[in-house]
Nanobody
């Protein structure tokens, strides 16, 4: 499964970005999709996840109310809408696929190469 993510860039604090991740798998609807991020010198951390149908979502406390994960199964694409961005959101953002709706990175077995998001103050 290929998971190219794009849409990153430089944005000012308070701004917004939308990250799409278009999966190559014809079995996209079999997977839970998640977003993770890794800041320089930090461990990879969970951001958000969405069930295979899109009916359930889970968010990290740090992004709850600001970020929204969604998916379009007809387009094999998962999105991360990021609003009210803060400098501490600066990181490389990765999309990933799992069989279960969890927040643990090791439970995701397909990963994209990441896209860089930089939020300036």
């Amino acid at each position: 499964v290929q998971l190219p993510a794009y849409g990153g860039g430089l944005v000012q604090a308070g701004g917004c970005l939308r990250l799409p991740c278009a999966a190559s798998a014809r079995t996209f609807t079999d997977y839970v999709m998640g977003w993770f991020r890794q800041a320089p010198g930090e461990e990879r951390e969970f951001v958000a996840a969405i069930s295979s149908s899109g009916g359930r979502t889970v968010y990290a406390d740090s992004v709850q109310g600001r970020f929204t994960i969604s998916r379009d199964n007809a387009k094999n694409t998962v999105y991360l809408q990021m609003n009210s961005l803060k400098p501490e959101d600066t990181a490389v953002y990765y999309c990933a696929a799992s069989a279960v709706l969890v927040t643990i990175p090791t439970m995701y077995y397909y990963w994209g190469q990441g896209t860089v998001v930089t939020v300036s103050s």
